[in-house]
């Protein structure tokens, strides 16, 4: 159900924390993941977050090989901002049409 309207769409806004997109970028992911203070708090953690990215690296490679080569969150939250706008179009045609942007 899409509605002809000259209103502008009611954003929904999906968030989630990221993924590698391909086997390369899981260590600099891991590393990102693992240095980020606003993530996790951990005593010497630029040494130590980029210590266990490189060593935990070799195994989350092989887990991501057997899914694809990548992470599936973008794909997944894209699913699911398609399933939010159509719930919400159909249960509060108010503030329709509604539009998902993953951010």
């Known amino acids: 159900l899409r509605f002809m309207s000259s209103k502008p769409p009611t954003?929904?806004?999906m968030m989630n924390m990221g993924g590698p997109?391909?086997?390369?970028?899981?260590?600099?992911f891991l590393?990102?993941?693992f240095t980020d203070h606003q993530?996790?708090?951990?005593?010497?953690?630029?040494?130590?977050?980029?210590m266990i990215a490189k060593r935990r690296s070799?195994?989350?490679v092989a887990q991501?090989?057997?899914?694809?080569?990548?992470?599936?969150?973008?794909?997944?939250?894209e699913i699911q901002g398609k399933m939010m706008v159509?719930?919400?179009d159909k249960t509060s045609p108010d503030t329709a049409p509604h539009k998902a942007y993953t951010a």
């Open 64 to 77: 991501y090989a057997e899914i694809g080569g990548r992470s599936p969150i973008a794909q997944w939250t």
């Open 11 to 13: 954003a929904i806004v």
């Open 58 to 60: 070799p195994k989350i």
């Open 31 to 33: 590393t990102r993941l």
């Open 86 to 88: 159509d719930h919400l």
């Open 21 to 28: 997109s391909s086997l390369e970028e899981v260590e600099p």
């Open 39 to 50: 993530i996790m708090q951990m005593p010497f953690q630029q040494t130590l977050g980029s």
